[in-house]
């Protein structure tokens, strides 16, 4: 998509999660996409029109590339390719001229999309109060203790703040507290007191969000199956998850092996290991 020009965008129905904004396609529509990242959860393409188009995948959401475009298929891991489920389609030339088409498929309909205005990229409600990249350089030992400073909410809670930290969802939270041998129950500011032993904490904490984070990348991240189980519910992958829904299966961690304890923190499950989480 980044330096292709977009032809026309059909939408399937006038909303996902929230209504598409006004004359959504057609504000889209002939604009060359200049850039595309992306921050926190949200995808961002730069329209040459100085608007930018801001795309959620929720929780079910994925794109797919339909073309011929050689390897467009290495960015597109197993989903729902249901045709019902093809809510945007972005027909579009790219930068080698090339026609392209660019399919938003979303079973559950958890994402959004929406166009935030020239200039309006620090100021957007969706975009000005987020915290730092849990996979900059940044983000270490000594950030996460001065971010903390102070802090009596549960460690849990605290890292699932995204003015803090931005894009750290409940899975990844519950895993890297985990390796950090460290309790979500845990007061977060203590992560922030002088001495060796919360320097050391804090600098465990950081490395293991790092490293889950890493890891789940290269894993093709976490997404809910858009294929039921057989007993009728919904899973999430999870050929790498140490607890998190692994309640009373045996904690990894070597020389532990205590059972996974399932808690309920502010609505959500939390699933950790009391022995050997602190
Ligand atoms: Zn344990």
Not at 78 to 105: C, G, M, Q, W
Not at 126 to 153: H, I, Q, S, V
Request: with cysteine; net charge positive; aromatic share 6%.
């Amino acid at each position: 998509m980044a330096g292709a020009r977009v032809e026309s965008v059909a939408l399937g129905r006038p909303d996902l999660r929230f209504p598409f904004p006004e004359r959504f396609a057609e504000r889209i529509a002939g604009q060359r996409i200049e850039t595309l990242s992306r921050r926190a959860k949200y995808l961002l393409a730069e329209l040459s029109s100085g608007e930018t188009l801001l795309m959620h995948l929720g929780m079910s959401g994925s794109f797919r590339a339909a073309s011929g475009i050689a390897g467009a298929d290495a960015f597109h891991h197993p989903r729902s390719k249901l045709a019902a489920h093809d809510h945007v389609i972005f027909d579009l030339v790219t930068s080698d001229n090339e026609p392209a088409r660019v399919i938003y498929n979303d079973p559950r309909r958890f994402g959004f999309m929406t166009l935030v205005e020239a200039g309006g990229r620090d100021t957007h409600p969706l975009l000005k109060d987020l915290g730092m990249e849990p996979t900059g350089n940044r983000l270490d030992g000594p950030w996460l203790a001065a971010a903390f400073a102070g802090k009596r909410t549960p460690l849990k809670a605290a890292l699932l703040d995204q003015r803090i930290i931005a894009g750290l969802g409940n899975i990844y939270v519950c895993e890297a507290l985990n390796r950090a041998s460290l309790s979500p129950t845990r007061e977060a500011g203590t992560l922030s007191r002088r001495g060796p032993v919360a320097a050391r904490r804090a600098e465990k904490l950081a490395t293991a969000i790092r490293e889950v984070i890493a890891e789940a990348i290269q894993a093709g991240g976490s997404s809910l199956r858009d294929h039921m189980r057989t007993d009728g519910t919904l899973g999430y992958f999870q050929h790498t998850f140490r607890v998190y829904d692994r309640e009373g299966e045996p904690c990894p961690t070597p020389g532990c092996g205590a059972p996974v304890t399932r808690i309920v923190q502010s609505g959500r499950s939390t699933f950790y290991c009391r022995h050997c989480q602190r």
